[in-house]
């Protein structure tokens, strides 16, 4: 028994060695243009699937969902903070979408699982954000409930508009107009962010805006 129990920790002990020992080596490749390894991608889908549902399990939806105002609403505050990332009906594709890992989902495509599924999800997901994703937490920012409600309002509606509807809503809407903007501080609050290495700072060369050049990049929609 007490040899079992010895060889069970000398085999957690070497296991916590080695991977201790791959991590400082550095070889673990943290780029987002290097895909996870299809068992480590299983295995973080896994644990976000898991922790979204245990997390949304508990959320009242407001029967209010389908109130055009709130639709309206959050067509304004999606067209200001999500359609980068997360486009809208027929946009074409975003440099930034692209380059993120994981990549943002097409939110103007019909999700996977049904719609009234989906809105304690989506509003979980907005509320608190999913780390080292790209996805923000949004009440981070300041963002109240109800306007995170009205995001998941349009999100509902957004697979069955076309880009005109789209457009015409985000025309009727007061923009980026969430409560709790007021509320926004500008300090680094309780945030762990990452230690950035220390660079010799450069003199900018005189800036020319945006004019990279894209290739075969089309941007056709972009109206920021
Ligand atoms: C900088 C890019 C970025 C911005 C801006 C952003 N998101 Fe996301 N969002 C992501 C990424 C990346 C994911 C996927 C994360 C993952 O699966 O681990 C995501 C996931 C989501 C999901 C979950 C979808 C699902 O069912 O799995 C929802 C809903 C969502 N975002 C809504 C929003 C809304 C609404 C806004 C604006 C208020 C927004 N996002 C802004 C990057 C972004």
């Not at 002990?13 to 299983?42: E, R």
């Not at 949004?138 to 109240?144: E, L, T, V």
């Amino acid at each position: 028994m007490n040899k079992i129990l010895l060889g069970i920790l000398a085999a957690l002990g070497l296991g916590a060695t080695t991977g201790t020992i791959v991590i400082a080596s550095g070889v673990i490749d943290v780029g987002a243009d290097t895909p996870h390894s299809p068992a480590v991608f299983q295995v973080l889908n896994y644990a976000r699937e898991q922790s979204i549902a245990r997390n949304a399990a508990d959320i009242k939806v407001p029967d209010t969902l389908n109130d055009p105002e709130r639709v309206r609403r959050g067509a304004g505050n999606y067209n200001a903070m999500c359609v980068n990332c997360h486009l809208a009906p027929e946009f074409p594709d975003s440099e930034i979408r692209q380059g993120l890992y994981p990549k943002p989902p097409n939110l103007s495509l019909m999700p996977d699982s049904p719609l009234e599924l989906s809105a304690s999800r989506w509003f979980w997901v907005i509320k608190h954000g999913i780390k080292a994703s790209g996805m923000p937490a949004w009440s981070k920012g300041g963002m109240d409930d109800e306007a995170i409600w009205d995001l998941v309002a349009l999100l509902q509606k957004m697979p069955a508009l076309s880009n005109a509807d789209y457009e015409r809503l985000v025309a009727a809407s007061e923009g980026h107009s969430h409560g709790g903007l007021e509320a926004r501080t500008h300090g680094d609050g309780d945030q762990q962010e990452m230690p950035l290495p220390v660079v010799t700072a450069k003199t900018p060369d005189s800036s020319k805006g945006h004019n990279h050049d894209h290739g075969a990049h089309v941007h056709g929609k972009h109206k920021h």
